[in-house]
C-alpha cells in the first residue's frame, strides 16, 4: 500500500482535541512519517476560518498531488478550504464531519460540488452527526458515502485501532487521483 503514498503528499486535518495517541488518524502518521499533520493554535475552540487558513497554510507550503484526511471539525475545514481554492489537492476523505449545523457554519460552507474527488464515511450511531444528514451534505459536495455502520464518532473511542477499512478507503482514493493524472 505503500507504494501509491510515495506519489502523493496526505496531510492529516484532525478535529476537536487534535486526534489523541489512539485515535486512527494519529495511529496512521505512526504507521506512515511522511503523512504531515494540520496544526491549530486553539484545539479546543472550533473556529471555521482560522481552522481552514491553517489548511490552505499547510497546503500552500508544498505543491505536490495532496491527499487531505479529515475528521469531524477538521472535514469542516477542510471542506472550507479546498472550495476556495483546491490547488493541488487530489482528493479528500472526510471521517465523521461534524454537523455544520451544530456549529452554525452551514452557510459558510458549499452547497455544491466539490472542485475535488471525495469520500465521506460516515456512522450510524454518530452523536456529531446523524447519518441522514451526513448523506446530504455528501449529495450536495458529490462525494460518495460510505456507511460505516455503528461505529460512534469514527474516533479512538470507537475501538478501531489503525482502522484498516479506512486506509483501504484512502489507498482507493490515492489511486483514483493516480490513475487520474495518468490519463490527464
Known amino acids: 500500500m505503500t507504494g501509491v503514498f510515495e506519489q502523493l503528499r496526505v496531510l492529516i486535518a ?44 499547510l497546503r ?3 505543491e505536490r498531488p495532496t491527499l487531505i484526511v479529515a475528521h469531524s471539525f477538521g472535514a469542516l ?10 490547488d493541488h489537492v487530489v482528493g479528500v476523505l472526510l471521517v465523521a464531519p461534524a454537523d455544520p449545523d451544530k456549529f452554525k457554519v452551514a452557510a459558510l460552507l458549499p452547497q455544491q ?6 469520500i465521506m464515511v460516515g456512522s450510524t450511531n454518530d452523536p456529531w452527526m446523524a447519518a441522514p444528514r451526513a ?23 470507537s475501538g478501531l485501532g489503525d482502522w484498516p477499512e479506512g486506509l483501504e478507503t484512502l489507498y482507493f482514493l490515492a489511486e483514483q487521483a493516480h490513475n487520474s493524472a495518468l490519463s490527464a
Open 113 to 118: 460540488a466539490l472542485p475535488v474527488p471525495s
Open 14 to 57: 484532525p478535529g476537536l482535541h487534535n486526534s489523541g495517541p489512539d485515535h486512527w488518524q494519529s495511529r496512521w502518521q505512526r504507521l506512515y512519517p511522511a503523512f504531515e499533520r494540520v496544526q491549530q493554535d486553539d484545539w479546543k475552540q472550533p473556529d471555521l476560518a482560522r481552522w481552514s487558513a491553517r489548511v490552505d497554510a
Open 60 to 62: 500552500g507550503a508544498d
Open 77 to 86: 475545514a477542510t471542506v472550507h478550504s479546498v472550495a476556495r481554492k483546491p
Open 135 to 157: 448523506e446530504l451534505w455528501a449529495r450536495r459536495w458529490h462525494s460518495r458515502f460510505i456507511n460505516g455502520g455503528p461505529l460512534g464518532h469514527i474516533n479512538a473511542e
